[in-house]
């Protein structure tokens, strides 16, 4: 199509300039004489184009010998008409040509070759290069620009629900540009509103629950107290103090269902949360145990690394730590030893020599309410602390799982994917 238009273009720009140059040589004539004219005819003829459209002329008289130009014999174009058309210019070389009379005696041929039209498509190929050079770069830059733009706004959505931002997922709700990006954004924090309220509905349900059995249950436990001060005889002082162990029992597992559910509910809601020094407070509960290990006749090693920190609540990780190590003292074996291991990670190992669990159990023992069945009938327990344990690491974007061992029970606190393969 491009070569097309340009060899029209070419035929076009030549007809004209024959045209021209021959309405020129026509009027030197007509001022200057014959003279004047063979003169300007080896003017042109001396002339070197630049774009390899050369001219050709032919000043012949009415038998058609040459007179001037360089042009060896009259082509078959007829003067009285001022004819034009094709006449060949050497063997290989054909220029377009119009004849005309300028006297009764004097005919005039002007002839032109067409252009070079390979230096034309070169220059034309080389705009097109150019061009859509620069037409693919504009484009990449604003593609980049647009998806830089997108990118920020997903990157500030993402940010938004990451955080728990309320003023700006309150904006998300209420978008100002309602395409598609914001739509969904619309959409994801309705929803993530509706399950917050939904959430806070829950938890003040089970709060006002656990308020109006807790308060009967501690009423009932001062009347035990006041029912033992009252020094009845020893069957119904041990009945009384049984009593009064289940009432704990019942309000302590409350506050675990209560410490799951928050728990659970807030998981990845950096939120409340703040830089922990782990180590230092592995190591201070280690200290603690210490003297209830030798007490209980245990060997109790830890080893803590320095510097390990943890984004989350203190208090909340301290009682993992806690969980995991009741949880070793009182299914370890007599005499038998327990291992505490921090590094960073970080990564939490709590071992005991006890019974271990079997592989059927590895996970139900971190169901509510589920007591391994290698527990003794003398083990007491309401199957909450490690179901809490988990959910509070899960809180905190960390696993809770068991290792393999080659005795007893290993349970692992880490970051990252869990470790139920190990």
């Not at 273009?9 to 001022?31: H, M, Q």
């Amino acid at each position: 199509m491009t070569d097309q238009t340009i060899r029209e273009t070419f035929a076009a720009s030549t007809r004209d300039s024959v045209d021209v140059d021959l309405a020129g040589l026509v009027d030197i004539y007509a001022s200057g004489g014959q003279d004047e004219l063979e003169r300007r005819i080896a003017d042109r003829l001396a002339m070197i184009p630049t774009d390899g459209a050369r001219a050709h002329y032919l000043l012949a008289d009415r038998a058609g010998n040459r007179i001037a130009g360089d042009l060896a014999q009259w082509p078959a174009l007829d003067p009285q008409i001022s004819e034009s058309g094709t006449v060949e210019i050497g063997e290989r070389t054909r220029a377009y040509a119009r004849a005309t009379l300028i006297s009764e005696d004097l005919r005039l041929l002007v002839a032109r070759e067409p252009p070079d039209r390979a230096f034309l498509l070169t220059r034309v190929g080389l705009v097109f290069l150019l061009g859509g050079a620069v037409f693919v770069g504009c484009t990449a830059l604003f593609a980049q620009l647009a998806s830089a733009r997108i990118r920020g706004r997903v990157s500030r959505v993402r940010d938004a629900f990451r955080r728990h931002d309320e003023p700006e997922l309150e904006r998300l709700v209420a978008p100002d540009r309602p395409d598609e990006i914001d739509q969904i954004a619309s959409q994801a924090a309705r929803a993530v509103r509706q399950a917050r309220q939904l959430m806070l509905a829950y938890r003040e349900t089970s709060e006002q629950i656990a308020h109006e059995i807790r308060t009967p249950l501690m009423h009932l436990d001062s009347r035990l107290v006041k029912a033992i001060a009252q020094h009845p005889d020893a069957q119904s002082r041990a009945s009384l103090t049984e009593a009064r162990a289940d009432i704990k029992r019942l309000v302590a597992t409350l506050e675990a269902l209560l410490d799951i559910a928050s728990s659970k509910a807030h998981a990845g809601d950096p939120r409340g949360t703040k830089p922990v020094d782990f180590s230092a407070t592995v190591r201070q509960i280690c200290e603690l145990y210490q003297d209830s290990a030798e007490e209980a006749g245990y060997r109790f090693d830890w080893t803590v690394g320095e510097g390990v920190m943890v984004q989350g609540d203190e208090a909340q990780l301290g009682r993992v730590v806690t969980n995991l190590l009741d949880n070793a003292f009182k299914y370890n074996r007599p005499g038998g030893a327990i291992r505490v291991s921090l590094e960073p990670g970080p990564r939490l190992s709590v071992e005991d020599d006890g019974p271990g669990i079997p592989a059927a159990e590895r996970e139900k023992v971190f169901e509510r309410f589920y007591r391994c069945k290698t527990a003794g009938p003398d083990i007491q327990g309401s199957g909450m602390g490690l179901a809490l344990a988990r959910a509070i690491a899960g809180r905190h974007g960390l696993s809770l799982d068991l290792a393999k061992s080659d005795g007893g029970a290993k349970f692992v606190l880490a970051a990252g994917e869990e470790l139920r393969g190990d």
